[in-house]
């Protein structure tokens, strides 16, 4: 039984509006790999957080961290071999040579906002493309540009957004719903360039998480880029959710789209919990924007997180994380697409790698948001996390640490078919 004494202490310091996950908050006090144990010693299977990428608590970070933090914490306007370490081993990650720098923060959002910078420098532009439900962080900047949660501030005016294409509503043919949608794309670098803005950058989150895990065609990335090129802007890919190996086929989620970016931000899994984030983005790039701008942040690169990013890149190599991804992924794909196949309601499967979704809807696809809430507290209930996304909230968003095991997607598959089957009634 969770304390009511912890949440009116926690309401008294946060305020009522702190969000919380579940209508039976969790009071969370160990993890390990895959799994979390609550204040009563109950154990937790986690299909729902990219941060610990390779497992709770994973030793091999831990000891690092620890080495790390008894020896020397300083910013980078000293000598450090972590850190050039770090960076090296990062930028050597990017399958493109031209993708040769890395400038480090603390946050997905602030590499959001630096890689913005870099863009609106090399383009002098200042208009920006982002989807129609997308979320890249939560400064003054990026709230001006966020289609896909909640805030009182309005859309800026160099922002417009693209409608994405959503095979799964769609009707007609791909080649039918890539040119309608790139038609919109024109329009929008139209009234950009109308308005004075120009087009500085398209951000795109390559595996369109917030959106709903949405399917999208490389054909239609690959339009935009080109536009977005041609119009003299920059194309930014937020790794924050897909970076690191959790697509399974491939380290970065943009290597599926056919494009390779001018700008690549990353956050989330970087330090599997030790907040680090990092630009990386070619050297002509960065250059120009360093010669104009005395560009330095306290605490991005310190030696701690540097140590704590190698570790990742450490476990990601050794216990072959890319290639797990895959295998696993592949049979959580087949596993809930089995699920699915009993249930009308569940419409759709969706995702690659360690990343799944599955969309929960009634007649005429319309969209289930209500089981879709009742489905992840009934899973919360049976001690196995996930979450909901999607413009509807209809969509079950399934995205553990990649130590996942094929025996947990057994759990969680046989929990969501049961789950359903009660719900679903
Ligand atoms: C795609 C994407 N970009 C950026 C961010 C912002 O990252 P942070 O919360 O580390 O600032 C998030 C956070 O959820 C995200 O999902």
């Known amino acids: 039984m969770i304390s009511s004494d912890i949440l009116e202490r926690r309401e008294r310091q946060f305020g009522p509006n702190a969000p919380l996950f579940y209508d039976r908050p969790l009071h969370m006090v160990r993890g390990s790999e895959c799994w979390m144990w609550d204040a009563d010693g109950n154990r937790y299977l986690d299909c729902y957080n990219n941060v610990p990428h390779v497992g ?92 896909g949660l909640p ?26 719903m890539v040119a309608h949608h790139l038609a919109l794309v024109d329009d929008a670098i139209e009234s950009l360039t109308e308005a004075g ?12 998480s917030t959106e709903g895990l949405l399917d999208v065609p490389p054909a239609y990335v690959q339009g935009v880029a080109q536009r977005v090129r041609d119009a003299g802007g920059l194309f930014i890919a937020d790794e924050v959710q897909p970076g690191f190996g959790r697509m399974g086929d491939a380290m970065w989620g943009f290597e599926s789209t056919g494009v390779t970016p001018d700008l690549v931000t990353m956050g989330k899994p970087m330090g599997n919990g030790h907040p680090v984030g990092a630009v990386v983005t070619s050297s002509a790039l960065a250059d120009a924007f360093t010669g104009d701008a005395l560009y330095f942040n306290t605490f991005g690169g310190n030696p701690v997180s540097a140590a704590a990013g190698n570790a990742v890149l450490d476990v990601i190599e050794r216990e072959d994380l890319v290639h797990h991804s895959a295998t696993v992924g592949q049979y959580l794909q087949e596993r809930l697409k089995d699920v699915a196949s009993k249930f009308n309601c569940a419409g759709d499967v969706r995702g690659r790698g360690l ?57 969680l598959a046989d929990a969501l078919s049961s789950t359903i089957g009660t719900l679903a009634q």
């Open 197 to 208: 803005f120009g087009v500085a950058t398209v951000i795109f989150d390559t595996i369109f």
């Open 355 to 411: 990343f799944a979704a599955v969309e929960l809807v009634g007649d005429g696809k319309q969209p289930e948001a209500r089981l879709a809430k009742a489905v992840i507290n009934e899973m919360r209930n049976r001690q196995i996390l996930i979450s909901k996304i999607g413009p509807a909230d209809n969509v079950l968003k399934i995205r553990p640490p990649l130590c996942l095991g094929t025996e947990e997607v057994d759990l």
């Open 151 to 176: 805030h009182p501030e309005p859309m800026a005016d160099f922002v417009r957004s693209l409608k994405i294409p959503d095979p799964y509503r769609w009707e007609g043919s791909e080649d039918e």
């Open 56 to 147: 709770h608590c994973h030793p091999h970070v831990v000891d690092a961290l620890c080495k790390q933090a008894s020896t020397l914490n300083i910013h980078t306007r000293y000598l450090n071999e972590v850190v050039l370490q770090y960076a090296e081993r990062l930028t050597g990650l990017l399958p493109s040579p031209q993708l040769d720098r890395a400038m480090f923060v603390c946050t997905g959002t602030e590499a959001n906002e630096l890689a913005l910078r870099i863009a609106r420098h090399a383009s002098g532009n200042r208009g920006v493309l982002v989807s129609d439900f997308s979320y890249h962080g939560n400064s003054s900047g990026f709230a001006e540009l966020t289609t």
